[in-house]
Nanobody, 124 residues
Framework: QDQVVESGGGSVQAGGSLSLSCTFS?????MGWFRQVPGREREAVSC????????YYIDAVKGRFTISRNRANHTLYLQMNSLKPEDTAMYYC????????????????????WGQGTQVTVAS
């Protein structure tokens, strides 16, 4: 299984920006981001189908978040702009075989174990 390491989280005020990074032990066709807040299930945020260079997002983050990758550095990124308090969560990355779900923002056939995540806190 892939091993992932997330980084880049922090505390910002509403309207601010953060850039998250995720390093992988190996690349997969699909790589993306999830987030989880206390009392809620882990939810998908964004998935990239890197075999065809297509990216997908849940409606809540469209226009604000951008997923990308750097093949040379073997790193996945999530640029988060115009952050809202409801974006506060622990963010995790994952690898898999495809992007799925109603918005195709979910990494399916997950091949990575969950990392420790990186905390994003947005103050109102």
């Amino acid at each position: 299984q892939d091993q992932v390491v997330e980084s880049g989280g922090g505390s910002v005020q509403a309207g601010g920006s953060l850039s998250l990074s995720c390093t992988f032990s190996r690349w997969n066709f699909a790589m993306g981001w999830f987030r989880q807040v206390p009392g809620r299930e882990r939810e998908a945020v964004s998935c990239g189908d890197w075999s065809i260079e297509r990216t997908y997002y849940i409606d809540a983050v469209k226009g604000r978040f951008t997923i990308s990758r750097n093949r040379a550095n073997h790193t996945l990124y999530l640029q988060m702009n115009s952050l809202k308090p409801e974006d506060t969560a622990m963010y995790y990355c994952a690898t898999g075989g495809h992007c799925t779900g109603s918005s195709r923002a979910t990494v399916g056939s997950q091949s990575s174990s969950w990392g420790q995540g990186t905390q994003v806190t947005v103050a109102s």
